[in-house]
T-cell receptor, first 113, second 115 residues
Framework: GENVEQHPSTLSVQEGDSAVIKCTYS??????FPWYKQELGKRPQLIID?????GEKKDQRIAVTLNKTAKHFSLHITETQPEDSAVYFC????????????FGGGTRVLVKP | EAQVTQNPRYLITVTGKKLTVTCSQN?????MSWYRQDPGLGLRQIYY???????DKGDVPEGYKVSRKEKRNFPLILESPSPNQTSLYFC??????????????FGPGTRLTVL
């Protein structure tokens, strides 16, 4: 089955700097890659996603890139703010397989003011 | 308000005492899933359902059962809980036909402790 690895497990950045989280996946059939943000004590919420026919997608300060050949994708947060402090999860799935998502282990991001 | 609800939110129980965690969604979603969240392991799928009476195992199904008799409900059953099932559990639902095809909407979570 699919295996998703996520790095780093913790990331501390200064407010205003950029943060980058990287994920690799194993199943070349995966074609949907969402990113979820989980604030302390809250439920995970989708922040951005990318499909395999797109190499990059941007939404304000966050962007995701996908390299299908290398089977890795990354989340980029620019101009980080204290409210970006949370745990971020990447995931991969095969669209035709319904909602079978495989998640990475998570990255705890701390933005220091 | 569109939402996924879970009950109970917190539960402390003892080894071997059967329990059920309920999950309900009001968005008419076809797909529903159960995940457990453990530190460093992310969210791991326990079971999922693609529609009424259609369920399948996820990555960590041992020790769990589910049923999907109605579209809106997807209860998680632990017939004989053990301490290694102490975890944070999330139910999630998603639509087969929405533009955000695979976006999963998560419930608030159930923190289970098995002594």
């Amino acid at each position: 089955g699919e295996n998703v690895e996520q790095h780093p497990s913790t990331l501390s950045v200064q407010e205003g700097d950029s943060a980058v989280i990287k994920c690799t996946y194993s199943d070349s059939a995966s074609n949907y890659f969402p990113w979820y943000k989980q604030e302390l004590g809250k439920r995970p919420q989708l922040i951005i996603d990318i499909r395999s026919n797109v190499g990059e997608k941007k939404d304000q300060r966050i962007a995701v890139t996908l390299n299908k050949t290398a089977k890795h994708f990354s989340l980029h947060i620019t101009e980080t703010q204290p409210e970006d402090s949370a745990v971020y999860f990447c995931a991969a799935s095969i669209r035709a397989a319904g909602n079978k998502l495989t998640f990475g282990g998570g990255t705890r991001v701390l933005v220091k003011p | 308000e569109a939402q996924v609800t879970q009950n109970p939110r917190y539960l402390i129980t003892v080894t071997g005492k059967k329990l059920t965690v309920t999950c309900s969604q009001n968005m008419n979603h076809e797909y529903m899933s159960w995940y457990r969240q453990d530190p460093g392991l992310g969210l791991r799928q326990i079971y999922y359902s693609m529609n009424v009476e259609v369920t399948d195992k996820g990555d960590v199904p041992e020790g769990y059962k589910v049923s999907r008799k109605e579209k809106r409900n997807f209860p998680l059953i632990l017939e004989s809980p053990s301490p290694n099932q102490t975890s944070l559990y999330f139910c999630a639902s998603s639509s087969k036909t929405s533009r955000m095809y695979n976006e999963q909407f998560f419930g608030p979570g159930t923190r289970l402790t098995v002594l």
